[in-house]
């Protein structure tokens, strides 16, 4: 009877594969190229200018707001006495010799104004976030292709290097274990490096809608209400310390701007 319910709570999960690779080719992102999409395709910026139009059309309108209506009205009457119809027509025209609508009108010049520059504050709050992903991606791009290309291999070399020397009795076991720390660090590294970068890469190719990549405070940064330069920076500032961090283990030290691996080996007699 467990082993029925067990089977009832807890079914078997289909084995499947994830489409794609983490690794692959990480080629350099032209700025021109991704700024321009970006512009093309924002629909933050789309938004923007849409209430530009808005503003626009609303300026008409008040515009034609001192233009009374005119009004007409028809009355009939009928006298039974007389056995007599009359009837009369009343029009009015209301004159606007004060009010002539410049408050409005006025107010509507102001939306107008204020429009266009919610598009420019826009537009530079997306450039700043796009140079500081393209800033993480080409930084993740370049600890990749250090770590797998020159890290990891001299990683996994003296790795069989000290179990060679191991196996001779050449090397003590200990060193062993730090050869294979070292190399898993390296491995945990580059997957890490990895990650970042199909991240960042994802942030840029999706216009930079990272709402569900990032916390929720960061992703609405393009959210806030016009004037709140503040609250922007604050949330640009905490893009920029989430991207400053470390993601090299302490094994993968830097040195005169390069990052190298510190081998301990000894290939003296055991």
């Known amino acids: 009877m467990e082993a029925a319910h067990e ?36 629909p933050q910026v789309q938004a923007a200018r849409v209430r530009i139009e ?17 009004n007409v009205q028809v009355v009939a009457e ?14 009015s025209v209301p004159v606007p010799v004060f009010n002539r609508n410049q408050g409005n009108i006025a107010h509507a010049v102001a939306d107008i104004h204020e429009a266009a520059a ?20 080409e930084t993740a791009r370049a600890q990749v292709e250090e770590l797998r290309d020159e890290i990891l291999p001299d990683a996994e070399e003296n790795l069989e290097l000290t179990a060679t020397g191991y196996k001779a009795g050449e090397i003590a ?28 890469r994802v942030e840029i190719d999706g216009l930079m809608l990272t709402g569900g990549l990032n916390p929720a405070t960061i992703g609405a940064a393009l959210q806030s209400q016009p ?16 991207a400053s961090k470390q993601i ?17 080996a000894d290939t003296g007699a055991g």
């Open 7 to 42: 089977r009832r709570g807890c079914p078997d999960l289909a084995v499947s594969t994830v489409a794609g690779e983490l690794d692959g080719e990480t080629p350099p992102l032209d700025w021109d190229a991704s700024w321009q999409q970006l512009l093309a395709a924002s």
């Open 54 to 70: 808005h503003s626009r059309n609303e300026y008409q309108r008040e515009k034609a707001q001192p233009w009374p209506n005119v």
């Open 78 to 91: 009928r006298d039974q006495v007389q056995q007599a119809t009359q009837v009369s027509t009343l029009l």
């Open 118 to 137: 919610e598009v420019r504050r826009t537009e530079l709050a997306l450039r700043d976030l796009l140079a500081e992903a393209f800033r993480r991606y």
């Open 173 to 200: 076991f200990p060193q062993v274990l730090t050869a294979r720390q070292t190399y898993f660090q390296s491995s945990l590294a580059l997957v890490e490096a990895l990650v970042e970068l199909r991240k960042t």
């Open 227 to 242: 004037g709140m330069t503040n609250r922007q920076q604050r949330l640009l500032n905490q893009v920029q310390e989430g």
């Open 248 to 264: 090299l283990p302490p094994a993968l030290q830097t040195s005169g701007g390069r990052s190298t691996l510190a081998f301990q």
